[in-house]
């Protein structure tokens, strides 16, 4: 497959869609993969064209089945310090400025959850399968596994999903909370649009400031939080989204932010 259709963007209605394009591979994270992903939210992020993006994978299998274990072979420790520190897929996507929808349609595993991990909501299709299956091949998690996963779902399932490599089905993620919603496989990019585009009407301005606060609510002291979610506030209350946002509430119309 040509290296430039390994990753596909779409940008409709202040809506982009990311789609990572190896089906033939599961959507495998090979180094290639990963560089042009990460190339791909810098891109997005600057475009004051997109308000919401969506991360998903070609083909009805896989979101992304994990990393490119072909690559494996051989790599020494000095090899994966430079891997991990080279393409930074997962920090970038956690960082990416804007909100981001992890649609998942098939197997979710490894890196593969580890990247939906990193998004900011996740839907699933009714087929999907998640897992961290690291310890099958005599290694560990190292995009998230341990950490963002144990966030999101507390350390008795990380410990039980990280410790056993089980696959899990996309009820039981529900059930833990590693996703926000299922729903059938005919429906999952209809779902995922029809929420992005719900997002992308509201204030860019406000939305950036929101994701900076959440965020921060992962990695700092409730105090330190709090001065953080006042300052943000006040921030929010200098933008001209802010001006319209109430003038449109007074004069009981939608409004019509513009991003400043």
Same mark, same amino acid.
């Given at each position: ?14 809506? $982009?869609?990311?789609? @990572? ?10 180094? =290639? ?7 791909? #939210? ?13 991360? +998903? ?16 072979? %051989? /790599? +020494? ?23 981001? @929808?992890?649609?998942?349609? *098939? ?8 990247? $939906? #991990?990193?998004?900011? @909501? ?5 087929? $999907? ?15 998230? %596994? +341990?950490? /963002? ?14 410790? +056993? ?11 833990? %909370? ?28 406000? #939305?950036? #400031? ?5 965020? $921060? ?22 933008? =001209?989204?802010?001006?319209? *946002?109430? /003038? ?13």
């Amino acid at each position: 497959m040509a290296e430039e259709a390994i990753v596909l963007t779409d940008i409709s209605n202040g809506v $982009a869609t990311i789609t @990572i394009n190896r089906p033939d591979k599961l959507n495998a994270l090979s180094l =290639a993969v990963r560089g042009q992903f990460v190339a791909t #939210l810098a891109r997005l992020e600057e475009n004051a064209e997109v308000r919401v993006a969506i991360v +998903t994978g070609a083909g009805e299998k896989s979101f992304v089945a994990g990393a490119d274990i072909s690559e494996f072979a %051989g /790599r +020494t420790a000095v090899d994966q310090f430079r891997v991990m520190r080279k393409y930074r897929i997962f920090s970038a996507t956690e960082a990416f400025a804007k909100p981001l @929808i992890a649609a998942i349609n *098939g197997f979710c595993l490894g890196g593969g959850c580890e990247l $939906a #991990l990193a998004c900011d @909501i996740r839907i699933a299709s009714e087929r $999907a399968r998640f897992g961290q299956p690291e310890v099958n091949l005599g290694i560990m998690p190292g995009g998230g %596994g +341990t950490q /963002r996963l144990a966030r999101l779902v507390g350390l008795g399932h990380t410990y039980k999903m990280v410790y +056993t490599g089980e696959i899990i089905n996309a009820s039981e993620a529900l059930r833990i %909370g590693l996703v926000e919603e299922v729903v059938p496989p005919e429906r999952l990019m209809d779902r995922a649009r029809e929420l992005a585009g719900a997002i992308a009407k509201k204030s860019p301005v406000a #939305l950036q #400031l929101i994701k900076e606060a959440i965020r $921060a609510s992962v990695r700092t002291p409730l105090g330190e939080g709090l001065r953080l979610e006042t300052a943000l506030l006040g921030l929010a209350f200098s933008s =001209a989204d802010k001006e319209e *946002g109430v /003038r449109a509430f007074l004069e009981k119309r939608e409004p019509k932010f513009e991003g400043r």
